[in-house]
């Protein structure tokens, strides 16, 4: 049986952006590439407004009340078109009849898709953790541990809404970002995961426990 690799502290970045950036539905990434401004900006502003509102009121009644608002535009739109086609006697249809059309039901070949997906991350994640809470590397250990300190002082600075909103923010913003200056970035992370590679190899050949303990030969037991 192969050895599964070690830890690497968190979640490898494929383990945790892979499934929500490969996985995203095209019109999706569309949005937050910002292909079409007004999509994008009325998506952006919504949801931001959405998760402000939740730092001062419950989840249930952000939910209620923004889920009233819309029920009441709809229905004043409806009743509005209503009268309007009766006074002037014109057969326009249902004025929200192309939006009834749009197909909103998940193919369960695609369904599976995603829930293969989710599962396969869940057991990356499960597995790292693992390996990092039951110290299978002292070094992946050691360095997890200080990120999780590191956590304590950020939980300390901002509320769970607060890093929601940022991380909101950052998702229709750093795509963009990345996407016009995509060679720039990717050369300064590669220099900077070089480095980082330089500095933990010199570390662990520096500190006992962060070697790995090689595996005995069959020629090593026979001297």
Partial sequence: MEEKPAASGFCHVGCLSELWLRGLDPR???ILLWRDPKKSGAAFVTGLVVLVSMLYF???SVVAYFSLALLTVTLGF???KTVLGTVQKTNDGHPFQDLLSVDTTVEQEKGHEMAN???AELNCCSST???LF???DMFESIKFGFALYLLT???AWF???TLVIMAYVAMFTLPKVYEQNKTKIDEVMGQVKEKVGEISAKVKAAIPMGKKAEPVTEEKKDE
Avoid: A, Q
Wanted: proline share 0%.
């Fill in 117 to 119: 997906k989710v599962v």
């Fill in 58 to 60: 419950s989840f249930i």
């Fill in 78 to 80: 409806r009743l509005y």
């Fill in 134 to 136: 039951l110290i299978k």
């Fill in 153 to 155: 002082y950020l939980g």
């Fill in 28 to 30: 999706v990434m569309e």
């Fill in 129 to 131: 953790l693992k390996d």
């Fill in 159 to 161: 509320n769970t809404m």
